[in-house]
């Protein structure tokens, strides 16, 4: 007969219940769901040698792992615990299926270097090393896309599309702080009319003279 008796795990107050002596809590980080098997791809576009698509990629990545309770393993808050832990093979077979989820994001260029990393965190802090190097540059060119972006007879909603997708990766790069003074409500409106700007700026004649 099955034991179904309530047991906790990870020290913490999370009742679960053993089937089988296996303890199972779909909370718990350590969780894997069924479908959540090695060849998940989270992402349309891997990202690139350059990391020219970087902050959009560890967006995308993050919201996903986030989905899956995962965050954790990449950002090192869930380290790898000692080998006589009762947690340290969930641990193992975890790292190696969010290793994977990565790896699988990656162009092939970048797959080799983070395959033979040991953990998850390794290829996530390597990668923020690397590539956010240039933040200010792309800055620059996120600032110059917006510039330069004209409709061109394109549809309305495609152009403004295309400039919704610049300011958001340009605000994700540069948020407007967090205060109780106003000054952000006011930030946020300011930014809110350089995009009425921006728009504007870039409608074909046609649509200027309305």
């Given at each position: 007969?099955?034991?179904?008796?309530?047991?906790?795990?990870?020290?913490?107050?999370?009742?679960?219940v053993n089937v089988q002596n296996i303890a199972i809590d779909?909370?718990?980080?350590?969780?894997?769901?069924p479908s959540d098997h090695p060849g998940l791809i989270f992402v349309t576009q891997p990202l690139?040698?350059?990391?020219?698509?970087?902050?959009?990629?560890?967006?995308?990545?993050?919201?996903?792992?986030?989905?899956k309770n995962k965050v954790g393993f990449v950002d090192g808050l869930i380290a790898k615990p000692d080998v006589h832990s009762r947690d340290?093979?969930?641990?193992?077979?975890?790292?190696?299926?969010?290793?994977?989820?990565?790896?699988?994001?990656l162009s092939r260029e970048l797959q080799t270097s983070a395959a033979h990393a040991d953990t998850t965190s390794e290829i996530w802090c390597d990668f923020d090393e690397r590539f956010t190097q240039g933040i200010a540059l792309r800055v620059y060119d996120l600032k110059r896309s917006i510039t330069l972006l004209q409709q061109e007879k394109?549809?309305?909603f495609t152009y403004y599309g295309e400039l919704k997708g610049v300011w958001?990766?340009?605000?994700n790069l540069r948020p407007i702080p967090v205060c109780t003074c106003g000054a952000e409500k006011k930030?946020?409106?300011?930014?809110?009319?350089?995009?009425?700007?921006?728009?504007?700026?870039?409608?074909?004649?046609?649509?200027?003279?309305?």
């Open positions: 007969m099955e034991d179904e008796s309530a047991s906790y795990v990870h020290g913490g107050l999370a009742p679960v779909t909370k718990s980080p350590f969780y894997l769901h690139s040698e350059n990391g020219k698509n970087y902050f959009t990629w560890r967006r995308n990545m993050l919201t996903a792992l986030q989905s340290f093979q969930s641990w193992i077979q975890c790292n190696a299926v969010v290793k994977s989820w990565i790896v699988n994001s394109s549809a309305i958001n990766e340009l605000h930030m946020q409106e300011m930014r809110e009319e350089e995009k009425v700007f921006n728009f504007l700026m870039g409608l074909d004649d046609t649509y200027k003279t309305v």
